[in-house]
C-alpha cells in the first residue's frame, strides 16, 4: 500500500478503535463504574487484548505494555477533552508512523525507539494542549 493509501487507512482504522474502545468501552464503564481510575483501567485492559497478537517479531511484554499505557493515556485524553478526535490523532498518527518507518527498515530495535519517544513526546504534548485549552478558557 502506498503512503496515501495508509495514511487515509490508518485514519479510518484509528477512528473505529477510538469510537469502540474509548466512546463505547469505556464511555460505558464510565456509566457504569461510576469511578473513573477503574474505568480507565479496565478499558485500558480491554483495548489491550486485541493489540498483543500485533507482533511483527516484538515481544508479548511490550505488546502488552505500550497499548495498555497508550490505553490509559488515551481514555485521559477522551475524559478531559470529551472529544474522541484528540485520541484518534494521537492513533492515526501511531499507526502511520510505525507502519511507514518501522515496517519499512525491518529493525526491530527501532520500534523500542519508537514506542519510548512516542511516550515522551506524547504525554506532554497532551497536557501542554490541554493546559492552553484551560487557560484560554476553551
Known amino acids: 500500500m502506498n503512503h496515501k493509501g495508509k495514511f ?3 485514519f479510518f482504522v484509528s477512528f473505529i478503535e477510538e469510537v469502540f ?33 500485533n507482533t511483527d517479531n516484538i515481544s508479548v511484554l511490550v505488546m502488552f505494555i505500550f497499548p495498555f499505557l497508550y490505553g490509559i493515556f488515551a481514555n485521559e485524553m477522551f475524559y478531559t477533552t470529551k472529544s474522541i478526535w484528540m485520541p484518534t490523532g494521537f492513533h492515526w498518527l501511531w499507526n502511520y508512523t510505525i507502519t511507514s518507518l518501522f515496517l519499512v527498515t525491518g529493525t526491530q530495535s527501532f520500534i523500542y525507539v519508537h ?13 501542554i494542549v490541554i493546559g492552553k485549552t484551560r487557560l484560554s478558557g476553551d
Open 21 to 53: 474502545f474509548r466512546g463505547i468501552i469505556f464511555g460505558l464503564l464510565l456509566q457504569k463504574c461510576k469511578n473513573k481510575y477503574l474505568s480507565c483501567v479496565i478499558a485500558a485492559l480491554i483495548f489491550t487484548l486485541p493489540h498483543i497478537f
Open 8 to 10: 487515509i487507512f490508518y
Open 115 to 127: 514506542i519510548i519517544v512516542a511516550m515522551i513526546i506524547m504525554i506532554p504534548l497532551f497536557y
